[in-house]
């Protein structure tokens, strides 16, 4: 397992895809996630799933040579999805080693929950984990969909049919429980995060051809972007005010929070980006072939959105770095989920021409969290593990990984 693992995380990151500059970010991470893939790997729990504190141990014991250790909880869907995401982000496959057992076994974890929830409700399951109550208990519709739409292109016929009814089951939980205003609920501290991973998982099924209904899609990233979104995201935060001339709002931790707020927006940002880039061609070329004026006049107003998504993004992505602290790490400055998950989404949502100055301090930061076991964790903040060691290969993954030439014309470039 620890060959294949590390052969696996030395693809993913080849020297020979980086610059001499980029030798010693890369280094960093290979040392920390062959680890950190296996120490995820042996947590998978006997039906398939993970739960949020794998060998948890008691309090006060964090240093002895052999700790007593807390019940297991049960196994839990945000924690199965984001471990699953994870190993096929480190190169795993459905049905090739090391991890295609692992990932079909979580795989049928997931689908059974699906299959078991009510119809009409958003979330999945009353089990979930310490993070989700903050985040918002749906998430773990968001994440199932998010790895549903992963994995359908890689399910053989004896799965392809279960995924495609759960994924169909999914969205019409996430359309039928979306309100007026673009949300689905609330959150107990960073609702804006939860929020983005509903736009992430839409998004990730849209781009993988499932037919979403786009005024789904929408309507949750116009909510996102709006004063009152803002506004909610402060109350969910203790008191908040508008700061003087300049309009923004202050909370009690402006710090953390107003962070989580713009790595939430720019990851929704990135994802509608993203969409627009591959739906651009099409678009462009049906303007070309146009004769009818209101037809022109629409694929015109459908160009300027493409476009001004892009702006905005470009404006978010350049505002995000701006607020970096000093090092220039992107996170996560303390060990919580919510820390964990921003870091992941700013890291996901740079682009090629992202300060290699950002990449290289978080992983180092990343990196920082690892424990001689593998897994990211604090003693001080039990209950996350599984969730931030999950993230926290993602963003090592996507902070190193090879650049890619840019497809879009300059035209459409930052302004």
Known sequence: MSRAV?????????????????????????????????????????????????????????????????????????????????????????????????LRRALRFVLDAVDKSEPTALFLSQTTMPLSPRLGNHIDTFLALQLLAQVRGQCESELRERVNGAIEKLLTKMKSNEKED?????????????HALGVRALETASRAGIDVDANVIVKAEKWAMSTPAEKD????????????????????????????????RLQVLAQADRTNELEEPAVRKRFMA?????????????LGSIQTTHKTFARAEEDMLNALPRSGAA???????EDFLGTLFIIDSLDIDAPRRCLAATTAKVASWQTKEGK???????????????????????????AEPKTRPAAAGKH
């Not at 309090?59 to 995401?85: K, R």
């Not at 673009?182 to 939860?194: I, V, Y």
């Not at 996170?331 to 989920?337: D, L, N, V």
């Open 6 to 102: 590390l052969c696996i995380v030395l693809m993913m990151l080849s020297p020979e895809w980086a610059s001499a500059a980029d030798a010693r970010s890369a280094g960093a991470a290979v040392r920390a996630l062959s680890p950190a893939v296996r120490w995820l790997a042996a947590a998978q729990r006997p039906d398939g799933g993970w739960n949020a504190a794998p060998r948890e141990t008691e309090p006060g014991h964090e240093q002895d040579d052999h700790p007593p250790l807390l019940p297991e909880a049960d196994s839990d869907v945000p924690d199965t999805c984001m471990a699953s995401l994870a190993l096929l982000r480190a190169g795993g496959s459905l049905y090739r080693p090391p991890f295609g057992d692992d």
């Open 182 to 194: 673009g949300t689905w609920g609330t959150a107990g501290n960073a609702p804006m995060l939860g």
């Open 233 to 264: 995201e402060w109350k969910h935060n203790g008191t908040w005010r508008r700061q003087g001339a300049s309009g923004r709002f202050v909370g009690e931790n402006p710090a953390n929070y107003e962070y989580y707020l713009m790595a939430a």
């Open 290 to 302: 146009g004769k009818d004026p209101q037809e022109l006049a629409a694929v015109m107003r459908q």
């Open 331 to 337: 996170g996560p400055e303390i060990f919580c989920g």
């Open 376 to 402: 990211f964790d604090s003693p001080h903040f039990s209950g996350e593990t599984v969730f931030c060691t999950a993230a926290g290969i993602i963003t090592l993954l996507d902070a190193n990984k090879p």
